[in-house]
């Protein structure tokens, strides 16, 4: 009889190397982003050393900012501060003051 392995990870967000949900879009279109840039940069007659050098630099810099992002506000931190965004701030109240002290009449 044949037997077959059972995915462990079904209902859990995709994750590679630690990395999960949304922070893995980032580093991966940041990445793309960051070769077409270096790619233009060298075609467009930018010597060699800085186009090495800014790509080294800022793959580096992406790669500690997305790490650092995923694990100070993890797998919903990105969505919950946008979120915040949408919350009011304060209430605006323009009942009258005497209107919200007096009592009300029963029935």
Same mark, same amino acid.
């Given at each position: 009889?044949?037997?077959?392995?059972i995915n462990k990870g079904i209902g859990r967000t995709v994750e590679y190397k630690g990395l999960k949900a949304q922070y893995l879009f980032i580093f991966?279109? @940041?990445? $793309? %982003?960051?070769? #077409? &840039? =270096?790619?233009?940069?060298?075609? !467009? *007659?930018?010597?060699?050393?800085?186009? $090495? *050098? =800014?790509? #080294?630099? !800022?793959?580096? &810099?992406? #790669? =500690?900012?997305? =790490?650092?992002?995923?694990?100070?506000? @993890?797998?919903?931190?990105?969505?919950?501060? %946008? !979120?915040? +965004?949408?919350?009011? +701030?304060?209430?605006?109240? +323009? $009942? +009258?003051?005497?209107?919200? $002290?007096?009592?009300?009449?029963?029935?």
């Amino acid at each position: 009889m044949t037997e077959y392995n059972i995915n462990k990870g079904i209902g859990r967000t995709v994750e590679y190397k630690g990395l999960k949900a949304q922070y893995l879009f980032i580093f991966a279109v @940041g990445l $793309i %982003a960051l070769f #077409v &840039l =270096f790619v233009a940069m060298y075609v !467009a *007659g930018v010597p060699q050393g800085v186009c $090495i *050098g =800014f790509g #080294v630099t !800022a793959a580096s &810099l992406l #790669v =500690f900012l997305t =790490f650092r992002l995923n694990e100070r506000y @993890g797998q919903y931190g990105l969505m919950k501060l %946008a !979120a915040v +965004r949408y919350r009011p +701030r304060y209430i605006i109240n +323009r $009942i +009258r003051l005497t209107r919200l $002290i007096r009592t009300r009449k029963s029935r």
